[in-house]
């Protein structure tokens, strides 16, 4: 029995050294640089003083504002646009394979690339969405999407959104033909409508999976870097910061690396309360559902 216990931790103990090495190791760094005021030339430990800086930084606000208004606006379309998109596509129909197919194809192009398409679509001069807009007649002029402030960042959400859907349509494509039959059957001898078998049969079915999916893409959304940095790198006038681009910023362009860690860590806390918030949550309702 003891034998069998130490051949258990024999063959853990690389991933828990590459837990350490890769994970555990950079986060106490992280947080020491975050107590000091280093930058290339110099370092003074400031203690958790340090973090009075941070609050009182003119960008936070800003960069969690923006950090939200992304975060929010795309995981909540990539939602409606996966969901709606695995229902049709759960149909049967001539070519689904295809379509299926090309539909996920912008999940799988990297965000460096992609970014630069959206970049030439939104350019001034060059780009399809004004020629098309003006052709429509819906706009008079060229329109400078990427250098305004105001549209800069509504801009790359959308490309945001159209990026990262078809990973929402997988998750809840596989969910949907996970849904017994049967519960549709009897839904219909119910004399339930298509609303109300999608209200109370498909939708508790796939909760797991859409609480997976929404957690999973408020993550990965509230820490993507290449797409908005490839697009704007945080400009015009650092309007689309959010946190991971700004960081960035800070740490290997300023090389201010403790306001770039403090920034991390308050990215990382935030992220870390609300996925156990999130995970309190579904624990909560699963067992009320119990």
């Excluded at 494509?173 to 839904?187: D, I, K, P, R, W």
């Amino acid at each position: 029995m003891k034998k069998d216990w130490l051949t258990g931790y024999f063959f853990t103990l690389p991933s828990i050294i590459l837990l350490v090495i890769l994970v555990i190791y950079p986060l106490f760094l992280t947080l020491n640089y975050s107590l000091s005021d280093m930058s290339l030339t110099s370092s003074r430990y400031l203690g958790w003083t340090a973090y009075n800086k941070l609050f009182g930084n003119k960008m936070l606000p800003l960069v969690f504002k923006n950090s939200i208004i992304w975060t929010v606006l795309v995981v909540f379309f990539q939602l409606l646009l996966g969901l709606g998109s695995a229902i049709v596509l759960n149909k049967p129909f001539w070519g689904r394979s295809l379509v299926r197919g090309i539909m996920i194809l912008p999940w799988v192009m990297p965000g460096v690339v992609a970014g630069m398409v959206w970049r030439l679509i939104y350019d001034p001069q060059l780009g399809l969405l004004n020629h098309y807009l003006k052709s429509l007649g819906l706009i008079d002029q060229y329109l400078t999407w990427l250098s305004v402030p105001g549209s800069a960042i509504y801009a790359v959400i959308f490309s945001a959104i159209w990026k990262g859907f078809p990973f929402s349509m997988l998750m809840y494509l596989a969910g949907l033909q996970g849904v017994s039959t049967e519960l549709y059957e009897a839904a219909n001898i119910d004399g339930a409508g298509k609303w109300k078998q999608f209200r109370y049969v498909t939708l508790p079915s796939m909760q797991p999976i859409i609480t997976i999916t929404f957690l999973l893409t408020f993550i990965w959304t509230f820490n993507y870097f290449e797409l908005i940095y490839v697009m704007t790198g945080g400009g015009p006038a650092e309007s689309t910061h959010i946190f991971p681009t700004y960081v960035y910023d800070l740490a290997f362009k300023r090389f201010r690396f403790g306001d770039a860690s403090r920034f991390a860590i308050f990215d990382f806390l935030f992220l870390l309360i609300f996925s156990l918030f999130y995970v309190w949550l579904s624990q909560r309702q699963k067992g009320a559902e119990q």
